[in-house]
C-alpha cells in the first residue's frame, strides 16, 4: 500500500509530534513511558485502525477484551492498549482512528 519512504515519513514525524507534545506538556511521573514508534509498530496501529472501521464496537477499550463473552479480538496479539493509545495520541494529526 505505502512504500518504505511513507513509512518512514509517517513514524518520524508522529515520534517528533510526541517528543514535542511530552516537552511542551510533561507527562506525571505515574504516566506510561513512551518509546519511539518503529515501522513495525506504525504498520500494526494502522491495520488495527482499519479493523476498527470494519468491526463496531461501541468504546475503543472493548477491542482489547480478553475474555470470550460475546466477543473477543485478537488485537492483544497485535499490540498493547497502552502502546496502542500512545501511537494514537502521536499520530492523532495524521491519522483518522485516534
Not at 11 to 27: G, I, K, L, M
Not at 66 to 92: E, Y
Request: glycine share 4%; aromatic share 12%.
Amino acid at each position: 500500500m505505502w512504500d518504505d519512504e511513507m513509512w518512514d515519513r509517517l513514524t518520524t514525524e508522529s515520534n517528533r509530534y510526541a517528543t514535542q507534545q511530552r516537552t511542551a506538556h510533561p507527562p506525571p511521573p505515574l504516566a506510561a513511558r513512551w518509546t519511539d514508534a518503529t515501522n513495525d509498530s506504525m504498520k500494526a496501529f494502522i491495520g488495527l485502525c482499519f479493523s476498527m472501521g470494519i468491526l463496531k464496537l461501541p468504546r475503543r477499550h472493548l477491542y482489547w477484551r480478553t475474555t470470550k463473552w460475546l466477543l473477543k479480538t485478537n488485537f492483544p496479539l497485535v499490540m498493547a492498549r497502552n502502546k496502542f493509545d500512545q501511537i494514537s495520541a502521536s499520530a492523532g494529526q495524521h491519522c483518522a482512528c485516534s
